[in-house]
């Protein structure tokens, strides 16, 4: 596609249901990157992979979240066990350099999870 | 830990106005990238401006230009000529080359632009 690509656009979940949150990047893009945005605030980093591999998870709040590319292209957040406080909007980027503050990071329109 | 600071939540001006947003940052980096990200209600968070600390010019885009002043660790983004479609939160973006290969966000600031 053009663009990144997440899906569902929305998700409503009872407490304590698992969800997938899944994230198309542009393709040939080699870093992806996840971040959670609370209600009126800037987005905060969750974790990043390069290709398929995950360099970086220190954003990731609880062993509750879990990230994944395997195969180096699409990426799936997964979130055990929701709970109130996960509800927000995660926002997933891809660029296409390995160095990616060189090169522009192209975000997707995130999914807006709701944690009921 | 870096930090990104935007003391204004919201402004409002007048369409064809200028706007200046704020914002300041706290870093023991040498070599650093800004950023400035608008992002509408469709929630898609579009670059509008990128700086590169080891440059001294400020970067312009268009109706976009930012005043970097690397000393006091501030990088403003004026919008001349304001237009109804500029009306969208802003956000104030750091990132740095060494090790994680991240953006640390500001809390933005919500623009409106009335006609």
């Known amino acids: 596609g053009a663009g990144v690509s997440q899906s569902p656009r929305y998700k409503v979940a009872k407490r304590g249901q698992d969800v997938a949150l899944r994230c198309d990047p542009i393709s040939g893009h080699v870093s992806l990157f996840w971040y959670q945005q609370a209600l009126g605030q800037g987005p905060e980093f969750l974790t990043y992979?390069?290709?398929?591999?995950?360099?970086?998870k220190s954003g990731l709040p609880s062993d509750r979240f879990f990230a994944e590319r395997p195969e180096g292209s699409v990426s799936t957040l997964k979130i055990q066990r929701t709970q109130q406080e996960d509800s927000a909007v995660y926002l997933c980027a891809s660029s296409l350099a390995r160095r990616s503050m060189n090169t522009e990071a192209f975000f997707g329109q995130g999914t807006r999870l709701t944690v009921v | 830990a870096q930090t990104v600071t935007q003391s204004q939540p919201e402004m409002s001006v007048q369409e064809a106005e200028t706007v200046t947003l704020s914002c300041t940052y706290d870093?023991?980096?040498?070599?650093?990238?800004l950023f400035w990200y608008k992002q509408p209600p469709s929630r898609q968070m579009i670059l509008v401006i990128r700086?590169?600390?080891?440059?001294?010019q400020n970067a312009t885009e268009n109706r976009f230009s930012v005043n970097f002043q690397k000393a006091a660790k501030s990088f403003s983004l004026k919008i001349s000529d304001s237009q109804l479609g500029d009306t969208a939160m802003y956000f104030c973006?750091?990132?740095?080359?060494?090790?994680?290969?991240?953006?640390?966000f500001g809390q933005g600031t919500r623009l409106t632009i009335n006609p």
């Open positions: 870093t023991s980096e040498s070599n650093y990238y």
């Open positions: 700086q590169e600390a080891y440059k001294q």
């Open positions: 992979f390069q290709n398929e591999a995950q360099l970086d």
């Open positions: 973006a750091f990132g740095t080359l060494n090790g994680a290969q991240k953006l640390v």
